[in-house]
T-cell receptor, first 116, second 109 residues
């Protein structure tokens, strides 16, 4: 099956700093990538949908100026958490979907962010 | 509104069979997914149903009834490694994936 990688796997940072998370589709072109956040023992929460070459669409309640998403190529999307605070500590997961809308989403392994 | 319902938690015995149900209400429908998620890991794809009926894949099978807005995931010959959360998700008419909250499956020896 298709492979999606995320980097880093985990990161610890100080409050007020920015953290960039990369999501790559390794063996297919992903026109659409999704960013999710998951708090302990809770379900996946979609943060935003990004299409290659266009601005991301954010879900209600997600601050676009805080969570910057760039989808510059068909194989790479980045999420930057700006001025991170302890409440941003969470498990961030990206997924990628191929060219057809009906394609399933393939998930990256996730990035665990801890903000001190 | 759009909604996916599935039980919060289920318990089963190693070697047994368990069925996890999912009902959905979406604006249009373009298929239903089941994902498995182990604690601390990202979800992994299990199955996709868009037509009515049963899809069998090894120990796991998934069933869909579009007229009833209903699906189930059937796990046979349960193993301890099957302890995980099982997520039901449906594509609406715009191919937006609507997620259920997940069913935590606990396998006991």
């Amino acid at each position: 099956g298709a492979v999606v990688s995320q980097h880093p796997s985990w990161v610890i940072c100080k409050s007020g700093t920015s953290v960039k998370i990369e999501c790559r589709s390794l063996d297919f072109q992903a026109t659409t990538m999704f960013w999710y956040r998951q708090f302990p023992k809770q379900s996946l929460m979609l943060m935003a949908t990004s299409n290659e070459g266009s601005k991301a669409t954010y879900e209600q309640g997600v601050e676009k100026d805080k969570f910057l998403i760039n989808h510059a190529s068909l194989t790479l999307s980045t999420l930057t958490v700006t001025s991170a605070h302890p409440e941003d500590s969470s498990f961030y997961i990206c997924s990628a979907r191929g060219l057809a809308e009906y394609n399933e989403q393939f998930f990256g392994p996730g990035t665990r962010l801890t903000v001190l | 509104g759009q909604n996916i319902d599935q039980p919060t938690e289920m318990t089963a015995t190693e070697g047994a069979i368990v069925q996890i149900n999912c009902t959905y209400q979406t604006s249009g429908f373009n298929g239903l997914f089941w994902y498995q998620q182990h604690a601390g890991e990202a979800p992994t794809f299990l199955s996709y149903n868009v037509l009515d009926g049963l899809e069998e894949k090894g120990r796991f099978s998934s069933f869909l009834s579009r007229s009833k807005g209903y699906s189930y995931l059937l796990l046979k010959e349960l193993q301890m490694k099957d302890s995980a959360s099982y997520l039901c998700a449906a594509y609406d008419s715009n191919y937006q994936l609507i997620w259920g909250a997940g069913t935590k499956l606990i396998i006991k020896p």
